[in-house]
């Protein structure tokens, strides 16, 4: 599986943002999808998960809320809808996939990552 993320840009406090994730590879449709995000000098960390169906979902604390995740499987794509961004939302996201059916949120578990896409929340 080759994952590209885009979707990054700069954006105001309390503004919204959707990154995208393509995928390619037929093993996308079976893979738990995952977003992760890491600011300067920080480690990587969980933002959100997604099932192979779409039906079962997981968030980080820091964005239940305020971040949805979906995908279109016909589409081989992962989205993350960002909104009330804040400023500690700063970071290279990047999506990830899973071969192991159950969510995670360990960077450990993820097989496949894409390059990433930065995001700015600044004033």
């Known amino acids: 599986v080759q994952l590209q993320a885009s979707g990054g840009g700069l954006v105001h406090p309390g503004g919204s943002l959707r990154l995208s994730c393509a995928a390619s590879g037929r093993t996308f449709s079976s893979a738990v999808m995952g977003w992760f995000r890491q600011a300067p000098g920080k480690e990587r960390e969980f933002v959100a998960a997604?099932?192979?169906?779409?039906?079962?979902?997981y968030f980080a604390d820091s964005v239940k809320g305020r971040f949805t995740i979906s995908r279109d499987n016909a589409k081989n794509t992962v989205y993350l809808q960002m909104n009330s961004l804040k400023l500690e939302d700063t970071a290279v996201y990047y999506c990830a996939a899973d071969r192991n059916p159950t969510l995670s949120t360990w960077v450990s578990e993820y097989d496949y990552w894409g390059q990433g896409t930065l995001v700015t929340v600044s004033s």
């Open positions: 997604i099932n192979w169906s779409g039906g079962s979902t």
